[in-house]
């Protein structure tokens, strides 16, 4: 059986430039579609989160607002994760897991990975192994953050070279809020050297450069999935 580990946040907020909490965590959507794929194609699925702390869901993402005004769609998600809710209770603590037991490694996003993956020591060591080992890394939307915890001993990045992407600088500033991020996931990605390849705005689009497997949003998401479950095959 394929077994795939979810690395999810563990953050329920975003700390902004100006010092205040914006309220966050993990995306539904980004969660939800690429693990009800996952299941429905016979995977085993693992959720894992820094301290094993139960993950929180962003607000925003189980509402018509989060969703494109699309109010079935975010009862849809909701109503997923309520299937799932034990798993989410009861996560792996991901300082402890070895990525070695599994075949993918897949993190949703949301702007809870710029607040906690993107400085955890494990998410980055878990992170560079998997790509070393030659495993599948599929990583959405905001969660590309959790790349920026990857460092060789040399203090060079593993990402270097590899074409990916995540959400855009151009979807963030739909947020109100942007202008107080302290640092955008795609200026941070061209910093350290990434090939970031970008599409149109709030349009489907995956990236797939050797095992590196990267969705620019949530709207990305069941493409992302599905990409990877082919890939596997």
Request: net charge negative; proline share 6%.
């Amino acid at each position: 059986m394929t077994e795939v580990l979810f690395v999810v946040t563990g953050a329920d907020h975003w700390t902004l430039t100006d010092g205040t909490e914006h309220p966050t965590g993990y995306w539904a959507e980004e969660l939800a579609e690429p693990h009800r794929i996952f299941r429905e194609a016979g995977f085993g699925i693992t959720l894992a989160t820094p301290g094993g702390v139960t993950p929180t869901v962003d607000r925003i993402s189980l509402a018509a607002a989060g969703n494109n005004g699309d109010e079935q769609r975010a009862r849809r998600m909701a109503e997923y994760l309520d299937t799932i809710a034990a798993e989410l209770e009861h996560p792996a603590t991901l300082e402890t897991v070895d990525v070695a037991g599994y075949d993918v490694v897949f993190v949703p996003g949301g702007h809870g990975p710029m607040e906690d993956l993107a400085v955890s020591p494990a998410a980055g060591a878990l992170l560079t192994a998997a790509l070393d080992s030659g495993k599948i890394l599929g990583v959405l939307c905001h969660a590309p953050a959790a790349l920026l915890a990857a460092e060789r001993p040399d203090g060079s990045w593993p990402f270097a070279g590899y074409r990916m992407t995540s959400l855009t600088n151009a979807e963030e500033s739909v947020n109100d809020f942007a202008a107080k991020a302290p640092w955008l996931v795609e200026d941070r990605l061209r910093a350290l050297g990434a090939d970031f390849a970008t599409a149109a705005p709030w349009s489907s689009h995956v990236v797939v450069d050797r095992t590196l497997y990267t969705g620019q949003n949530p709207f990305s998401s069941v493409e992302l999935a599905k990409t990877l479950v082919a890939a596997v095959g």
